[in-house]
Nanobody, 119 residues
Framework: QVQFVESGGGLVQPGGSLRLSCAAS????????MGWYRQVPGKQRELVAS???????NYGNSVAGRFAISRDNAQNTVYLQMNSLKPEDTAVYYC?????????????WGQGTQVTVSS
């Protein structure tokens, strides 16, 4: 059974930073792309960053230049370093394996981690 456990969220002021972690189990982690998604109430969940097994990264326009995704294949963990945070980054953040052609999630969701950017 595939499971994702996200952590590292919290309340931060605009301009601040957070580092999210996602521990994956039940998946051959080093074979697959991994991604971070976020969801704001009333909106669809969106893929904001992805990373290949070899470390090639891709970002959504809204986070490019501010967020950095990385992974540790030995620890089955994917990270999201978030810098220069803005109030519009407030969301619940989730990790998953994105389907390559569509970005849609391959598996079910973990509990997510709440990020709130507010002064």
């Amino acid at each position: 059974q595939v499971q994702f456990v996200e952590s590292g969220g919290g309340l931060v002021q605009p301009g601040g930073s957070l580092r999210l972690s996602c521990a994956a189990s039940g998946i051959i982690f080093n074979r697959y792309n991994m991604g971070w998604y976020r969801q704001v109430p009333g909106k669809q969940r969106e893929l904001v960053a992805s990373i290949t097994p070899g470390g090639i990264t891709n970002y959504g326009n809204s986070v490019a230049g501010r967020f950095a995704i990385s992974r540790d294949n030995a620890q089955n963990t994917v990270y999201l370093q978030m810098n220069s945070l803005k109030p519009e980054d407030t969301a619940v953040y989730y990790c998953n394996r994105p389907i390559t052609t569509t970005g849609a999630p391959y598996y079910g969701w973990g509990q997510g981690t709440q990020v709130t950017v507010s002064s």
